[in-house]
C-alpha cells in the first residue's frame, strides 16, 4: 500500500458512483492530485469539497498508477467567503478550473502552488485580489512554457514606451518598434506594466493572456476549449466596466 498526506487546494469534483466524488486537488509535494473520495456527496463533507476550500488530504492506492482514495479535513472554507461576492467567486471559479485545465497531473509545482494558494487567499479575504490574478495568469502561462516577455522591446527598441505584444511570440514591442505593423498587435495594458490595477486594466490584461491561452496553450493540451469559468470571469469583469 502507497499513502502520503499533504495540504492542498480543492480545484474540482465530480460524481463518482452514488455516493462517492473524485476529488482533483493542487498539492504543495504532489502536485494536481487526483483520487476518490467515499461518501463525499454526504451533506457532511459536500461543504468541504468545493472549489477554492483548503484541506488536509490522506491519498491511499495499492499501487501508485490507481486512481487511489483521499480522506480529507477541512483547513480552511474559501468558497463561503465568496458566496456574497459575484466577481470574488467568479475569479476563484476561474483559478481553480484553469489550474485543473492546465497543470499536469501528478507533477509538484511548489512555487506556482505558493502563488495559487495565496492568490486563493486574497480573493477569500477580499484585499487586492484584481492584480494578483492578472499576473496570476501570466504566471500559469509561464508555467506552461510560453510566458509572455514584457521587458523590452522584441524589434530592439530597449524597454522605453512599450505599448504593444506579438501575439505570435508573447514580446513587447514599442510604438516605435511597431511601425506599420501596430494594427497586427495587441494591445499592451498599462497594468501589465505595474501601472494601477483597475477594472478596465484587467479586462484589458485578460484579453492578452487569454489570446494565449487560447492561440497557444489549448492547441498544445489536445485543443480543448478554455474552462468556461474564465469566459465568465471576464463577462463579469466586464459588466462591472
Known amino acids: 500500500m502507497i499513502s502520503w498526506r499533504d495540504r492542498g487546494l480543492v480545484l474540482a ?70 458566496l456574497g461576492d459575484p466577481l ?16 499536469p497531473e501528478r507533477e509538484a509545482v511548489p512555487a506556482f502552488q505558493a502563488r495559487t494558494e495565496a492568490l486563493a487567499d486574497a480573493l477569500a479575504d477580499g484585499a487586492g485580489w484584481l492584480r494578483d490574478y492578472v499576473f496570476w495568469e501570466m504566471a500559469l502561462l509561464d508555467e506552461a512554457g510560453i510566458g509572455l516577455d514584457l521587458s523590452a522591446c522584441a524589434a530592439g527598441g530597449g524597454a522605453n514606451d512599450l505599448a504593444y505584444v506579438s ?12 511601425g506599420v505593423w501596430a494594427d497586427r498587435l495587441l494591445t499592451l495594458p498599462e497594468m501589465m506594466q505595474g501601472g494601477p490595477a483597475t477594472l478596465e486594466g484587467a479586462v484589458a490584461a485578460l484579453d492578452v493572456t487569454g489570446h494565449f491561452l487560447e492561440r497557444r496553450l489549448a492547441p498544445m493540451l489536445g485543443d480543448r476549449p478554455l474552462p468556461p469559468a474564465r469566459a465568465r470571469l471576464v463577462a463579469a469583469l466586464r459588466r462591472e466596466t
Do not use: K
Not at 470574488?88 to 497543470?103: E, I, K, N, T, Y
Open 13 to 82: 469534483v465530480r460524481p463518482h458512483g452514488e455516493t462517492a466524488v473524485i476529488l482533483e486537488l493542487l498539492t504543495e509535494a504532489h502536485g494536481r492530485h487526483l483520487g476518490i473520495v467515499h461518501g463525499g456527496r454526504s451533506r457532511r463533507r459536500a461543504p468541504t469539497l468545493q472549489p477554492g476550500n483548503e484541506v488536509d488530504a490522506a491519498w491511499r492506492a495499492r499501487l501508485d498508477a490507481h486512481l487511489g482514495t483521499f480522506t480529507v479535513e477541512p483547513l480552511r472554507t474559501r468558497a463561503g467567503d465568496v
Open 88 to 103: 470574488r467567486l467568479s475569479a476563484l471559479s476561474s483559478l481553480c478550473a484553469l489550474a485543473a485545465f492546465v497543470l
Open 167 to 178: 501575439p505570435r511570440t508573447g514580446r513587447a514591442v514599442s510604438r516605435a518598434g511597431a
